[in-house]
């Protein structure tokens, strides 16, 4: 069975730093890729970043682009976001979700989600 | 990236068909066959229904189609029912090598 699971959510204030993890388990993490997708409270989803599976192909929404870095680890089947001057606008629950195709696609539908870890920004 | 945009709200009565659109550019929705659908119900995580306009993955009732023109793609959901109710997401692939949202449409079923 495919599973996510997102870690290190929590309050931070404006300016600040925060690492989020996502492990994955039931599939061969390898060979997908993953992505980032954040939804604000009471908003819609907002794209955040992707990484094709040996990480050569990396993505940013404008939103975040210079402030956010994404990672993974195949070794240990875990994808990271690294959220750096963040703003009260970066408010929101971060999902990790997988990519459908495998094999080296990027950027197309995502089949697995995370059940998402709230970040909240404020002072 | 401006998000894809699609009504707020669309309702129907148990059994009927409604039909969610999301209208993007040539740059997005228009150029390419990459739209994706999702569902979301209230405090879980969104749901594939519908990848590369109109395929629908394994598990999915064949109650979901997607279909596509020009830069508007659509989801329609026939024999409506309860359990439908729930927020509704477009996805697209950009020239920007980008992914973009619909704004949502919340389904509710009267």
């Known amino acids: 069975e495919v599973q996510l699971v997102e870690s290190g959510g929590g309050l931070v204030k404006p300016g600040g730093s925060l690492r989020l993890s996502c492990a994955a388990s039931g599939f061969t993490f390898s060979s997908y890729s993953m992505n980032w997708v954040r939804q604000a409270p009471g908003k819609g989803l907002e794209w955040v970043s992707s990484?094709?599976?040996?990480?050569?192909?990396?993505y940013y929404a404008d939103s975040v682009k210079g402030r956010f870095t994404i990672s993974r680890d195949n070794t240990e089947n875990s994808l990271f976001l690294h959220m750096s001057s963040l703003r009260a606008e970066d408010t929101a629950v971060y999902y990790c979700?997988?990519?459908?195709?495998?094999?080296?696609?990027?950027?197309?539908?995502?089949?697995?989600w995370g059940q998402g870890t709230l970040v909240p920004v404020s002072s | 990236q401006s998000a894809l945009t699609q009504f707020a709200s669309v309702s129907g009565s148990p059994g009927q068909s409604i039909t969610i659109s999301c209208t993007g550019t040539?740059?997005?929705?228009?150029?390419?066959?990459?739209v994706s659908w999702y569902q979301q119900q209230p405090g879980k995580a969104p749901k594939l229904m519908i990848h590369d306009v109109s395929n629908r993955p394994s598990g999915v009732s064949n109650r979901f189609s997607g279909s596509k023109s020009g830069n508007t793609a659509s989801l329609t959901i026939s024999g409506l029912q309860a359990e439908d109710e729930a927020d509704y997401y477009c996805?697209?692939?950009?020239?920007?090598?980008?992914?973009?949202f619909g704004t949502g449409t919340k389904v509710t079923v009267l």
């Open positions: 996805s697209s692939y950009t020239s920007n090598s980008t992914q973009v």
């Open positions: 990484i094709s599976s040996s990480s050569s192909y990396i």
């Open positions: 040539s740059s997005d929705v228009g150029g390419y066959n990459f």
């Open positions: 979700a997988r990519g459908i195709y495998g094999s080296g696609y990027i950027l197309e539908a995502f089949d697995y």
